[in-house]
């Protein structure tokens, strides 16, 4: 199960990041450092290329070609400075000098890309002065007290839901009412007339992701056409938080893939979302991504269904960097319509970190908090080039996604957040090294 | 300087600068502990080795292992103590000194054929033979002078990489 990290595995060899841990091809035997020549580097980058040119003639077999055609633009990631040239004569200063391969340890240990992209920044202090801080205090009052009643007072009494109105639980449990009242019967009781059911049931759905989103004080601004009802068409989003469905699913209604959670957030799952046209996944089952895919081609070739949304990340990452895509939603042969979400921090900090609180604390984050601020970018629909592999649509959406939204990517998986990286990449630096020993060993 | 405290004195930034003597700036140091924090996911003060390899770009690294048994319990002052081979205002001595450290398992002061053998297999893998490693460094020593059974001291790990320009630098970043 450690090896869930198959075909979708990313490089992993060169941390993007900006702090000065060495890129990962460092390891070359060799003690002079000295700088390259080009021919060294474009050497490397043609052998990858012949060996990519290899793998789509078919020449190499499928485990290699997986793992060298999900490295996509590897030349933008390798610099010159860490290729070295392969010195002549291997000396035993050259075999004890393991300081790369431990410079890479250790500048992961100081600092890396991964970690960075699940990272929620504390807010800045901004309140420790004098006439500041009762500001602050006030605010404190007025989220707390006035805009989000802790108290359920109004289930104990109807008046008290009037004066509540205004207030987001107050909202919030209203809308909630209104809707159950108006779904529950259309669900049961209209049967025979299931397009009239399912336009109703769309609309209830919307209207519900609405209250939510006002119950947040919401601030959404849409750029862009809005989605239309088409079949062979996914839209792809970058994923901050579990919010990020409800906000778009304000403006369309959308079928989405979700991980099915535990909790009321399940119960809701199963009920109200199985209307607008659902799929679950399991990250933890290992057969769970065919069965997912079978689904998933099925739904866009459906002509009724609402139009699929996809989070390609595959997990939540805070709205600063974006990981790599997978190319599941890239490889079903038809239009891939990239949707930007950027959450304006000054106001929240809307990156559900979900090894660290559970959706309800975060909702309850959101709820006590001024507002929530977003930007929603619509772009245009993608098509794949003819000669393009799917991890390379992929790579292509990711970047006008990153562009819009001011993301910076990073070349890692986001499932490694709950798996380790599969072992056949320590064996590949483990076979360079090996390789470059082996050579000069021939030439002593 | 507790373990769950999250706000270091300046008492406590000082005292960790002695125990590296010096490696590392203030500013780095309380880097270096908002790293180590977030590294210490159950605030237990110390890092495990589960924790360490939830950095992926370490897990994949073939030393990992080795290093993880090095870094295991250490404390946030022995923690910067670790870092500190890889600062810059380190001398080459020292550096030599971890890496002599790095080979010598089980810390007797001895660096052995088997020892160079087991770090060579850590990072060649099974892309070279058993036989083809013992050949490479048994080739190796006799050229620089020493026997297939003769064992390697601190002053001689000096002597053979004191003179290559060894660079084992690691940047902390200062948000």
Redesign the interface.
């Known amino acids: 199960m450690n090896q869930r990290v198959g075909t979708d595995s990313s490089p992993l060899r060169f941390a993007a990041c900006e702090s000065a841990s060495l890129p990962l091809f460092a390891t070359f035997i060799g003690a002079r450092r000295r700088a390259p020549p080009a021919r060294t580097h474009r050497q490397i980058g043609s052998q990858l290329v012949g060996r990519r040119i290899l793998a789509a003639m078919g020449g190499l077999d499928s485990s290699s070609m997986e793992t060298d055609l999900d490295r996509p633009n590897i030349e933008e990631y390798l610099t010159t400075e860490t290729i070295r040239e392969v010195p002549k004569k291997l000396h035993l200063s050259d075999l004890l000098d393991i300081s790369p391969t431990l410079t890479e340890a250790a500048g992961a240990i100081v600092d890396d890309s991964f970690t960075r992209c699940f990272k929620s920044n504390s807010p800045e202090p901004w309140n420790w002065n004098i006439y500041l801080f009762p500001l602050w205090c006030l605010g404190v009052v007025v989220r707390y007290g006035i805009l989000f009643p802790a108290s359920f007072s109004w289930l104990v009494s109807f008046s008290n839901l009037i004066s509540c109105m205004f207030c987001r639980v107050g909202v919030l449990a209203l809308g909630w009412i209104v809707f159950f009242a108006a779904f529950l019967p259309v669900h049961f009781l209209i049967r025979g007339h299931d397009k009239w059911r399912c336009k109703i049931e769309r609309k209830l759905v919307e209207m519900m992701c609405s209250v939510f989103v006002a119950s947040w004080t919401g601030v959404i601004k849409y750029h862009g056409p809005r989605p239309s009802r088409r079949p062979q068409q996914v839209f792809v989003a970058n994923h901050t938080s579990m919010i990020d469905f409800i906000i778009l699913e304000q403006m369309t209604a959308f079928a989405v893939i979700m991980q099915k959670h535990p909790g009321w957030v399940g119960f809701i799952q199963k009920t109200i979302l199985e209307s607008v046209g659902c799929i679950w996944f399991n990250r933890t089952e290992s057969k769970d991504r065919e069965v997912v895919a079978t689904k998933i081609r099925e739904h866009t070739q459906g002509v009724d269904n609402n139009p699929l949304l996809i989070f390609p990340e595959g997990t939540c990452v805070n709205n600063h960097y974006t990981v790599m895509f997978k190319k599941g939603a890239f490889e079903l042969g038809c239009a891939v319509c990239p949707v930007a979400i950027k959450y304006n921090k000054i106001f929240v900090d809307a990156f559900w970190n979900s090894k660290k609180q559970s959706f309800t604390t975060h909702l309850a984050q959101l709820m006590t908090s001024w507002a929530v601020v977003c930007d929603v970018w619509y772009l245009e629909p993608q098509y794949i080039r003819p000669g393009e592999i799917p991890i390379e649509f992929a790579e292509r959406v990711r970047d006008m996604i990153s562009v819009r939204a001011g993301l910076k990517k990073v070349p890692w998986d986001g499932y490694l957040k709950y798996f380790r990286p599969s072992p056949k990449l320590t064996e590949r630096k483990q076979q360079i090294f090996a390789e470059s020993v082996l050579k000069r060993l021939e030439e002593i | 300087m507790g373990n769950t405290s999250s706000m270091l004195t300046q008492y406590d930034i000082e005292e960790v600068q002695e125990h590296c003597n010096h490696a590392f700036s203030q500013q780095e140091i309380v880097s270096?502990y908002h790293?180590f924090c977030?590294?210490d996911?159950n605030s237990s003060g110390f890092i495990t080795g589960d924790e360490?390899?939830?950095?992926?770009?370490?897990?994949?690294?073939?030393?990992?292992q080795r290093?993880l048994r090095m870094?295991d319990g250490l404390n946030f002052k022995e923690f910067v103590a670790f870092?500190s081979?890889?600062s810059p205002r380190i001398s080459l001595q020292q550096?030599i000194e971890?890496?002599f450290k790095?080979?010598d398992f089980n810390s007797n002061g001895k660096v052995t054929f088997d020892d160079?053998l087991s770090?060579?297999r850590d990072?060649?893998?099974?892309?070279?033979s058993e036989q083809?490693r013992q050949?490479?460094?048994t080739?190796?020593?006799e050229?620089?002078g020493?026997r297939r059974d003769s064992s390697l001291v601190l002053s001689d790990?000096m002597r053979?990489?004191g003179?290559?320009?060894?660079?084992?630098?690691?940047?902390?970043?200062i948000d």
């Open positions: 270096l790293r977030q590294l996911r360490f390899l939830s950095v992926p770009e370490f897990a994949v690294n073939p030393l990992s290093l870094l870092l081979a890889f550096k971890f890496l790095v080979y160079i770090v060579l990072l060649t893998g099974s892309f070279i083809q050949e490479v460094i080739r190796v020593l050229e620089a020493y790990f053979i990489l003179s290559s320009q060894l660079k084992m630098e690691v940047e902390v970043p």
